[in-house]
């Protein structure tokens, strides 16, 4: 999805929130042995539910499209359809719409898709990806495929399919909390010396937020959640932002035997789509894979973010997690 950049971890708060202002790249951090094998005797809880199956055909039915590069016709049939997936469950749509500038001059059309499962709620939980994809595979071994997008199926479509299995589990309930849902767009044209240049329908989003005084419970962003040997450590600004909130999704997924997915213990700080939304006061953790000493997914940013890496079990674990914790919190 977006292209989320590494921080060195501050010292204390003042320093780590005056990091919020760049972008940088990078993030995930790698599970410790030791961390896995404390699990490991843990067995994954099968919830009826969530379906991986289901999750797996979304991001599968977003790749059809083709890179979704802003101002492409892949792009704008995606968001067609991804609009339509989440009225057709029932949620009340919004679209935000915008010409944005990105750091080579370029002007692309933003579509910020903004949905709400179960309005009439007082309590809502938002849950965010981003849907666009990288416009050029940078980071691919071979320098001749340097210009061409990216598939996005990890980085991008896999949260965005966790999402929409969500929002269908969830749209036949008559639930005390509603759920909030943004599909947040041109996170994923930036340049790795140009702090400011990434997540900028996000920044739209949090300057322009659809709803006066919109406040969540709860915010939570899925990053590249789809690939077969995940890692997911507590974001370093996610922490410092909510930490009651971290402590209860690490806690759930090693409830549900995810432990060696999940791991409990600090990792990089890493700006992403969420860090727009902290500077904005709405205090959002971030799920995303970033494996310490390696960095992402062997496929980020390269021609091989394509569906070969994305894994059924993966999609499954993050969905169930957020999907108990919604329930937990009705």
Known sequence: MNITRIFRAAAGMAAAFSLLLSCGAGKKTPAADDARQENADVAPVALTAFSPDSAYAYVGRQVAFGPRVPGTEAHRLCGDWLSAKLKGFGADVTEQTATLTTFDGTRIPM?????????????????????????????????????????GANDGASGVGVILELARTFS?????TGIDILLCDAEDWGEESNDESWALGTRHFANNLPIQGYMPSAAILLDMVGAPDATFMREYFSQLANPALADEIWSIAKSLGYGDMFVNRMGSAVNDDH????????????????????????????????????????????????????????
């Open 275 to 330: 860090v727009e939304l902290i500077k904005a006061g709405i205090p959002t953790i971030d799920i995303i894979d970033y494996r310490e000493g390696e960095g992402f997914f062997s496929g980020w940013h390269t021609s091989a973010d394509n569906m070969d890496a994305i894994s059924k079990e993966t999609l499954g674990a993050v969905g169930r997690v957020i999907e108990k914790y919604i329930n937990r919190n009705n």
């Open 111 to 151: 579509r910020n898709i903004f949905a709400r499962v179960n309005p009439g709620a007082e309590r809502r939980i938002l849950l965010l990806a981003h849907w666009d994809s990288r416009p050029w595979a940078d980071n691919d071994p071979d320098e001749s495929k340097h210009a061409a997008p990216v598939d």
């Open 172 to 176: 036949k309930t008559n639930e005390t």
